[in-house]
């Protein structure tokens, strides 16, 4: 009787330790979820925005805006939007000299922006979200320094057209440059 008495005391213990085990693992489940929570908050935001929506960087936007201004040229408007090897040369070399970084990180930055701008059928859809980045990030030199970055990529394949001189006037006057 004593035996059956010590297993039922025994089972009974080890039930109540299973339960509270239980308990530790779900609480610790929940301050993981909490601790957790910013990250996921911030992926979840991110997650459902796509291409220029997800730019939020000025080096970023400039980029964009260097992309836009080298489909908009007459090699880009034969080749159906793919900009030529001497426009990403030129991006490359204008990201370098100056943004200071080297030629892998140009060549990465300009390849994430190609991708971001993949889908825009009119790169003028690039100028207000970019400009606004901008506008708040940069001075009035460094405004003037992209436009100067600008026009080089406009003449990356020979005298810029009209669509990338306008586009070009745009920004400037986006970025409170003036015409």
Do not use: C
């Not at 070399?93 to 300009?110: G, R």
């Not at 080089?152 to 001189?165: L, T």
């Amino acid at each position: 009787m004593h035996i059956i008495g010590i297993i039922i005391a025994v089972a009974t213990a080890i039930f109540w330790v299973s339960r509270a085990a239980r308990g530790v693992n779900e609480v610790t489940k929940a301050a993981n979820t909490l601790r957790n929570m910013p990250r996921r908050m911030r992926f979840t935001s991110k997650a459902s925005k796509r291409g220029i929506d997800l730019i939020d960087n000025p080096m970023e936007a400039a980029t964009v805006l260097m992309v836009s201004a080298a489909k908009l040229s007459e090699y880009a408007n034969e080749h159906e939007g793919l900009i030529s090897g001497a426009s990403t040369s030129r991006i490359i070399a204008t990201l370098k000299s100056y943004m200071k970084i080297s030629a892998v990180e140009a060549d990465e930055l300009l390849t994430q922006m190609r991708w971001a701008v993949k889908d825009l059928s009119q790169p003028d859809t690039t100028l207000m979200p970019m400009t606004n980045i901008l506008s708040k990030a940069i001075n009035r030199a460094e405004a003037d320094d992209l436009s100067d970055m600008l026009r080089k990529i406009s003449h990356a394949d020979g005298e810029p057209n009209d669509e990338q001189r306008a586009f070009i006037e745009k920004v400037r006057e986006r970025l409170g440059l003036g015409v």
